[in-house]
C-alpha cells in the first residue's frame, strides 16, 4: 500500500504584480526565510516552496499529533487529520506559494532539482553553513547553472566569521543583538519580547535585498549571492546601542517602559481587567495638555513637572498622579481624549482586540484566506498600500507536496508514470514519512 495520497491541486487566477515572471526556489525553513520568500510571493513572484516527506519545514508540526503539543496553533485546538497542513504560523510565514517536495539525498531528486534552477531567478535558503553545498546547491554550483541567478542565504550569523556555525533561536538573536541588555526592568534580569523581532527584521532586509539585486540584474544582467545575517540585520535597527557607546562611552541600561529623555512615558492601568493605556510625553507643549485632559491643571506650574528634566526626576510621583485618573477610565475612550488634544497615547490590546479594531478594519488591514485543511481565517495583510498594484495574500500556504504535479508535471514536462515512479519511491509525495516531535 503507498503512504502517499493525490490530491487535485487548487487553480487560482491571480492578478498581474510586480514581480511577475519571477521564479523563486525557497528552501527556507521556519521563519526568517520563509517570510523573505513569502514578501516575494505577495508581490507576485512564483514562489517554490522545497521540502521533503521526510524532512519538511519544523513549522508544520508533527505529522501525526501528539497530545499537549502546541495545540494553540491548530484551528479550533483541533489537529484534525493532516495536521502539518493545519499549523497556524506555517500557514501564515507560508502563504502566496506553491508546495513541492523533493528527496534531495537521492540522485533523482538532486537532477530534478537543478533542472529547476536551470529556470529560476532566485534561490532562498537559510539552512546552517555548509549544508547548501553538500546538496550541491550552493551559490557557485548555482550559478554554473543560472549565471544571473540571484542567490540569498540567510544564516543567523552570517555566512563566514568565527561564530558563523552557530545555532540561532530567536532568543539568542536578541541576546546577540543588543536588544536583550535593554529590555526589562531596572535590577532585574533581561528578558525577551515573545516576538523574537530579528526572524522578521532578517526577512524583511532580505526581500528587500532581492529586490534590489533584481533591479540590478534587469540593468546589467548579472547575477549575485546575498549573504544576509540575521543577526546583523536585528542589531541595525539598534544603531542608538551603538552610537551612545562610541561618542559617550555610555552603556545603555533596563529602564523598563520608560524613556532616557523623555517623562512622563509608560504604561498605566485603566477601567476593567488587565486594561492598560500607553501614555509618551515628548514635549512641555504635550504635558501641558495632559495636565488639562487628566483635569490637573495645576500640576504644568509646579517645579517637579515644569520641565523635562524635572519631570524625569520625579517620575514615581508624577505616574502615581495619572495612573489615578487612569484607573478611573476605559481605555479607548481615554486614548481618543488624549489624541484629540495631540497627546500620543494608545490603548495595549489583545488579539481579540487587534482582530476587532475599527482602524484596522477601515484600512482592510486583515484579510480573509480560504484553505483546505484549515478553513477560512483572517490573516496579516500588507502594512503598504500601492496605488496601482495592490498587494493582498495571493494563494493559501501549500499543503505537503501539495503542487508536485504543477511543478514536475507542468513546469519540467515529467510524465505521469515518471511521477508515479518518483512518488513510489518516495522521493516526492504529501505524506510524511514519519511522526515528527
Known sequence: MKRWAHTEPRQFELPALPLDGI???DFSHVWAGPFCARLLGDFGAEVIKVESVSRYDPERGPAKFIPGARMRLYPDGEPGERPYNRAGRFNSYNR???GLTL???SEDGKDLMRNL???SDVVVENFSVG???RLGLDYEKCRTLRPDIIFIALPGFGSDGPEAGYAAYGLTQEAMSGLSGITGYPGE???DTGV????PTGGLFGATAVMTALWHRSITGEGQCIDLSQREAFASILPELVFDYTMNDRVQESIGNRHPQFAPHGVYPCLGDDAWLAIAVKSDTQFRSLCEAIEHPTLANDLRYSSGPNRLQNQDELDRIIGEWTRQQDQHEAMRLLQSQRIPAGAVLTNQQLLGDQHFEARGFFEEVTHPDVGTYRDIGMPWKLSDTPVHARLPAPGLGEHNDNVLGEILGLTADELCSLEERDVIGNVPLNTRE
Open 117 to 119: 534552477v536551470e529556470i
Open 96 to 98: 502566496s506559494k506553491i
Open 196 to 199: 523574537f523581532y530579528g526572524d
Open 131 to 133: 549544508v547548501m553545498k
Open 189 to 191: 534580569v533581561p528578558i
Open 23 to 25: 521564479r523563486v526556489l
Open 103 to 105: 528527496d534531495l539525498r
